[in-house]
Nanobody
Framework: QVQLVESGGGLVQAGGSLRLSCAAS????????MGWFRQAPGKEREFVAA????????YYADSVKGRFTTSTDNAKNTVYLQMNSLKPEDTAVYYC???????????????WGQGTQVTVSS
């Protein structure tokens, strides 16, 4: 079992930045990929980014490419989502997820964090 705990959400004005953290514990050796997803009210869960636990190329949704960046601190078993140039349409609950495959499909991830609210005001 892998447990994920997120932090770092909040309220920010458009154009601002936030950094989300996702701390993993438990069977972290089973993690090969980490994903970030978001879900706005009344909408389906949406892919944001996916990377390998060991680093390397990250996949980004077109809507966040050039603005969001992931990073990993393996010593702390923590992944980060740096969000810059935030827009009101980025408002959502953000989730991190751990799995075996680095994909855009949320069903490929077995473990999920509790979610953290990001609200971007115009």
């Amino acid at each position: 079992q892998v447990q994920l705990v997120e932090s770092g959400g909040g309220l920010v004005q458009a154009g601002g930045s936030l950094r989300l953290s996702c701390a993993a514990s438990g069977r972290t050796l089973s993690i090969n990929a980490m994903g970030w997803f978001r879900q706005a009210p009344g909408k389906e869960r949406e892919f944001v980014a996916a990377s390998r636990w060991s680093g390397g190329t990250t996949y980004y949704a077109d809507s966040v490419k050039g603005r969001f960046t992931t990073s990993t601190d393996n010593a702390k078993n923590t992944v980060y989502l740096q969000m810059n140039s935030l827009k009101p349409e980025d408002t959502a609950v953000y989730y991190c997820a751990a799995g075996w495959r680095r994909t855009t499909n949320p069903y490929d991830y077995a473990s999920w964090g509790q979610g953290t609210q990001v609200t971007v005001s115009s």
